[in-house]
């Protein structure tokens, strides 16, 4: 059974630009989540999508957007790059998100934007 | 807001050791709580689920504990091995109707050979 897939798994961009990470859940999973981690602030949540509708969001400027397919597959924009948008990003899936459900994660998309 | 606080922040060890990880939350009114390891760059892989209604998991050489009413859990590692060297995350999951889990900062373990 395939994990969950992130692609890219780096990515290099300028400040100003936009940029879109995609997320593959595990097959039959409902639900995906985006997390952001850097060294300073840890993981922190930025959105949960299930069944094409956004459920969850968490503490961050409207630069920072997502959709979910038909199929669950997820997508997460960033637009008007910032330097501190430097981090590790990672989506989870899990079968129905919340009420207790275990999450799994992906190796997550690197983005540096200089 | 629930927040949650690992420590120790680092712990170094000899091979062999028997070691325990804490993890204690502020908000009691939780679904779950999940361990997690994560090694340099990479993703996270989940260890082990505790539900809310439970008081541990065991997974081969990792036991997890969890009393909700205190707001802590504990990961046991026994007769730890350098390949058990990586940054522990646990995390707990809320009432909010969706998959949102809030993160401790994580505990680096270093296992000396």
């Known amino acids: 059974k395939a994990g969950v897939t992130q692609t890219p798994r780096y990515l290099i961009k300028t400040r100003g630009q936009q940029v879109t990470l995609s997320c593959s859940p595990i097959s039959g999973h409902r639900s995906v989540s985006w997390y952001q981690q850097t060294p300073g602030q840890g993981l922190q949540f930025l959105f949960e999508?299930?069944?094409?509708?956004?459920?969850n969001k968490g503490n961050f400027p409207g630069r920072f957007s997502g959709r979910q397919f038909s199929n669950s597959r997820s997508e997460m924009n960033v637009s008007t790059l910032e330097l501190g948008d430097s981090a590790l990003y990672l989506c989870a899936s899990s079968l129905e998100g919340g009420r207790g459900t275990e999450a799994f994660f992906g190796q997550g998309t690197r983005l540096t934007v200089v | 807001k629930q927040e949650v606080t690992q420590i120790p922040a680092a712990l170094s060890v000899p091979e062999g050791e028997n070691l325990v990880l804490n993890c204690s939350f502020t908000d009691s009114a939780i679904y779950n709580l999940q361990w997690f390891r994560q090694d340099p760059g990479k993703g996270l892989t989940s260890l082990l689920l505790?539900?809310?209604?439970?008081r541990e998991q065991t997974s081969g050489r990792l036991n997890a504990s969890l009393d909700k009413s205190s707001g802590r859990s504990t990961l046991y590692i026994a007769a730890s091995q350098p390949g058990d060297s990586a940054t522990y995350l646990c995390?707990?999951?809320?009432?909010?109707?969706?998959?949102?889990?809030?993160f401790g900062q994580g505990t680096r373990l270093t296992i000396n050979p």
């Open positions: 995390a707990v999951e809320g009432f909010q109707g969706a998959q949102k889990l809030v």
């Open positions: 505790i539900q809310s209604s439970q």
């Open positions: 999508y299930f069944s094409e509708t956004q459920r």
